[in-house]
């Protein structure tokens, strides 16, 4: 399989280094010479380009996977064969410039990548779109490289997962943080919490998250919620997020008592 990725941050970092461990042959391209060196350094079985015209190469896949913003900007700056299926990496974008290319698609890794983190493929999925069988079958194959799962998804369904995981990994990634923020206030080592958010996530995914929520809000024990409040006193913009999630959490009740 022949891929081409534009692109060298986060995301196209791990692909090409997951593709250049597969069998397929990996072209790169992108605006940042001093990264395309360093991926070549780093990686010295992928061919770097230094044409926008991609028509030579015959490409099965051509992957763009740079900033949202631009992903249609960079769609035309290219020339591809009329083969070539051409995918963005984005939960939310959709390519608008479909009179400069026609065989379109989405490869959307539900995952967080940073340049420093390990990504375990085998447990990313990949959310797959493409106008035709075909291209599937190329997307499908692609993933298979990567031996990851695959789930094929339409835009709609796309938006939804991308609020969902925003709500789930980036909201409680905050969360952290500000937790993590408090106690260093006060001297203490934030990965005394380790072992209960983790148990946290564990138990949401065995039963539905509403049954398992405990907590004073669930509990409306108002006294440990003023009393958190006053803690707040001096961090009016957390406090606002405690009172509506305590909201949040009062109206959607548990599931467990209610039934
Ligand atoms: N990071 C994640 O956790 C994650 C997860 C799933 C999907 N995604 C999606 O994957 C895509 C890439 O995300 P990322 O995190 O890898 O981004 P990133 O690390 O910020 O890298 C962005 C890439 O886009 C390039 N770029 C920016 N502006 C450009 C322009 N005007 N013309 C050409 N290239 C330009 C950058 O080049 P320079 O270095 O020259 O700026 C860089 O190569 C996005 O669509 C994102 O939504 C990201």
Do not use: C
Not at 35 to 52: N, Q, R, V, W
Not at 95 to 117: C, E, I, K, M
Not at 192 to 216: D, M, N
């Amino acid at each position: 399989m022949r891929i081409v990725v534009i692109g060298t941050g986060n995301v196209a970092f791990h692909l090409i280094q997951a593709f250049s461990k597969s069998t397929a042959s990996i072209f790169v391209h992108g605006r940042n010479k001093t990264a395309l060196k360093l991926l070549y350094g780093e990686f010295p079985s992928i061919t770097i380009l230094s044409d926008h015209d991609l028509t030579p190469l015959n490409a099965d896949l051509v992957i763009i996977s740079v900033k949202d913003d631009v992903i249609n900007d960079v769609l035309t700056q290219y020339v591809y064969s009329g083969a070539s299926l051409v995918v963005h990496t984005s939960g939310t974008q959709t390519f608008t410039n479909t009179a400069h290319h026609s065989n379109l698609g989405v490869f959307y890794p539900l995952q967080t990548f940073s340049r420093t983190s390990i990504v375990q493929w085998h447990n990313t999925p990949l959310l797959i779109d493409a106008s035709s069988e075909n291209n599937l079958q190329i997307l499908e194959k692609a993933a298979g490289l990567l031996h990851a799962p695959y789930f094929e998804t339409n835009a709609e369904q796309r938006r939804y997962i991308h609020l969902a995981a925003v709500l789930t990994s980036n909201f409680a990634n905050h969360l952290l943080g500000q937790a993590a923020t408090l106690l260093q206030k006060h001297s203490i080592d934030y990965h005394i919490l380790q072992p209960l958010v983790e148990a946290t996530i564990r138990k949401a995914f065995t039963k539905h998250p509403y049954e398992v929520q405990t907590g004073p809000a669930i509990r409306n024990d108002q006294s440990t919620l003023d009393k958190h409040l006053a803690l707040l006193i001096n961090e009016p913009l957390l406090q606002k997020i405690y009172n509506n999630i305590s909201e949040s959490i009062q109206k959607t009740g548990n599931l467990e008592t209610n039934l």
